[in-house]
C-alpha cells in the first residue's frame, strides 16, 4: 500500500440512517477508508440493513481499498445501546438484564445475535462494553450506569460475563470489541456529550477493574477501544486516546494486546472538541493507536490529510503507521476481508 491507503485503512467513518446508502462512495474511493460503522438507530429491520451492507461491501476494489474489504460495524450492546432493530433482529436486554442469566446462557444468546448481525453483512461489534460501574457512583456514572451498560458492578463477574459475550460473537461470525479502556466507570460525565466530570482520580495501571479487559484480551477479542476520559494515576490531564502510557504502556505492554486499538468516536465527541481535528488522528496513532473512528463524515478529509502529511514529514511517524495498518490487514485477513498473494 502507499501512504494514502494506509492511511485510510486507519480510518473508520459513521454513516447515518438518514443518510443515503451512497453517500460515503466517493470518500471511501478518495480516502481508501478502511471501515464505516451504521449509526443513527436503524429500525427498519434486517433487509434494509442488507441492503446497505451489500452496497458498502462494493466499495472494496484494488484501486480504491488496496483490495481489502471494508470493517462494517454496528453498536450492537443492548438496551439502550442496539442501534439495529426491526424484522430479523431480536430485541436485546441491557447488559444488566442480561448479567441475571448464566455465562453459558449469555453465550448462547449472543451466538444468535451474532448470527443475525452476520446475516445483514455486519462484521464487526462494538461490543461489549467492559467497564464496571462501582454501586457507590451507579446511575450517577452518566455514560454507563445511567442506561445499565455494564454487566455488574463486581470486575470478576463482569469479566465472565464479557468472555460470554465475546464467545457468542465469535461463534456467529462476528468480531467483537471490549470498550471503554482502560474504564469509564468512576466518571460522571458522558465524554461524547461533555468535557466536564471525565477524570478519573481512582484508576491505576494495576487495578482490578482492569481485569474485564484483561479477559477479553486473553480471549483473543478482535479490537479494543480507548475512551476518551482522563486517567489522572496514569496520565494526568490527556484524554486516553492520545496518552501513551494508556495506550502502548499499559495496554500494549502491561497487558500484552498486539491487536487492532480503536477510538471512541473523535468526530462529534465534546471530550476532545479542544483538539484540531486532524490531531486526533495523528495524536491517537502517535499513542499506539490503529484505527480512528468518527461519527462525521466531513472530519475524514482532515484526518487523512493530517496522517498522510504527518507520515511525510516524520519518517518515526510513518513507522508508526505502518505497524498499524499492518495490525488492521492481519484482522483482515483473519476475517477474511484480505487475502494473500
Known sequence: MDDDERAGQLLMVGLDNGASRTSLDALVARRH??????????DGGTERVRATTRHLATLASE?????????IAADQEGGAVQQLRGDGFSRMPSARVQDQGSARALTADATR????????GINVNLAPVADTVPTS???????IGQYDRQFSSDPERNSRMVGAFIAGMRAGGVASTVKHFPGIGRITGNTDVTARGITDRTTTVDDPYLEPFRTGIQDGVELV????????R??????????KPVVTDLLRDRLSYDGVVITDDVGAAKAVADVPVGARATRFVEAGGDITLT??????????????????????????????ATRVVDLKLQMGLARCP
Open 295 to 324: 461519527a462525521r463524515p466531513a472530519t475524514v478529509p482532515t484526518m487523512h490529510d493530517a496522517l498522510t502529511k504527518k507520515m511525510n514529514a516524520s519518517p518515526a511517524f510513518a513507522r508508526q503507521v505502518q505497524a498499524a
Open 225 to 232: 477501544m480507548v475512551g476518551s476520559a482522563i486517567y489522572s
Open 113 to 120: 445475535w451474532a448470527t443475525q448481525l452476520r446475516t445483514a
Open 137 to 143: 457512583i451507579g446511575r450517577d456514572n452518566g455514560p
Open 63 to 71: 484501486e480504491d481499498t488496496a483490495g481489502l474489504g471494508l470493517l
Open 33 to 42: 477508508l478502511g471501515g464505516v460503522i451504521l449509526l443513527g438507530g436503524w
Open 234 to 243: 496514569i496520565d494526568p490531564d490527556t484524554n486516553a486516546v492520545f496518552s
